[in-house]
């Protein structure tokens, strides 16, 4: 007869096994952050979820404190600036940015991150306005051009058009 324990030990160990099956199904996405200057900042990985992305970002050798950051709706990062990243990801026109403003439309908006003195931060965000790959009203991240995510150079005040105040583009992620 087979133990008590050899029986949750198997089972254990099987869910182990599959773990990896159940993450690839969900979906992921990710990439290295880069600076103005080329140089890695850090990394970002989008998992896909039943009604939006998991965001995990972890970030080095950025200036401390708050910092905007929006998903893109164009996979390329060309330093220095990032303009080829696009405008924010957005399924419709015009785009009205901003968390806390009652008209607000902007696909591609985020809660603002927070970097420490050391210019390391790692955080989780959720997002319920986009998809990673999935067709249908919330746009998908993994579309025919891709997508990415940047970091701006100041916090996001969720209200002001068209960024929020963020200003520059000081790090940016290809999604793959």
Same mark, same amino acid.
Request: glycine content about 14%.
């Given at each position: *007869?087979?133990?008590?324990?050899?029986?949750? *030990?198997? $089972?254990? *160990?099987?869910?182990?096994?599959?773990? %990896?099956?159940? /993450?690839?199904? /969900?979906?992921?996405?990710?990439?290295?952050?880069?600076?103005?200057?080329?140089?890695?900042?850090? #990394? @970002?990985? @989008?998992?896909? /979820?039943?009604?939006?992305?998991?965001?995990?970002?972890?970030?080095? =050798?950025?200036?401390?404190?708050?910092?905007? @950051?929006?998903?893109?709706?164009? =996979? &390329?990062?060309?330093?220095?600036?990032? +303009?080829?990243?696009?405008?924010?990801?957005? +399924?419709?026109?015009?785009?009205?940015? $901003?968390? *806390?403003?009652?008209?607000?439309?902007?696909?591609? &908006?985020? %809660?603002?991150?927070?970097?420490?003195?050391?210019?390391?931060? #790692?955080?989780?965000?959720? !997002?319920?306005?986009? !998809?990673?790959?999935?067709?249908?009203?919330?746009?998908?991240?993994? &579309?025919?051009? =891709?997508? !990415?995510?940047?970091?701006?150079? !100041?916090?996001?005040?969720?209200?002001?058009?068209?960024? $929020?105040?963020? =200003?520059?583009?000081?790090?940016?992620? @290809?999604?793959?």
């Amino acid at each position: *007869m087979i133990s008590v324990r050899l029986m949750l *030990m198997t $089972g254990f *160990m099987y869910g182990i096994a599959t773990l %990896p099956a159940f /993450a690839a199904a /969900a979906g992921s996405a990710s990439g290295e952050l880069i600076g103005a200057d080329g140089g890695s900042r850090g #990394t @970002v990985q @989008v998992t896909g /979820a039943p009604k939006g992305v998991l965001v995990r970002i972890m970030t080095k =050798g950025l200036p401390p404190g708050w910092h905007g @950051v929006h998903f893109h709706e164009k =996979g &390329d990062c060309t330093a220095p600036k990032f +303009t080829t990243a696009g405008g924010h990801v957005h +399924t419709a026109k015009p785009v009205v940015h $901003g968390l *806390m403003h009652a008209e607000a439309n902007d696909d591609g &908006d985020l %809660p603002n991150i927070f970097i420490g003195p050391d210019g390391a931060g #790692t955080v989780e965000l959720y !997002s319920t306005l986009v !998809s990673l790959s999935e067709a249908g009203r919330r746009p998908a991240l993994l &579309d025919s051009d =891709g997508s !990415s995510l940047v970091i701006h150079a !100041s916090p996001d005040d969720y209200r002001t058009q068209p960024i $929020g105040g963020a =200003g520059d583009r000081i790090a940016c992620a @290809v999604l793959h």
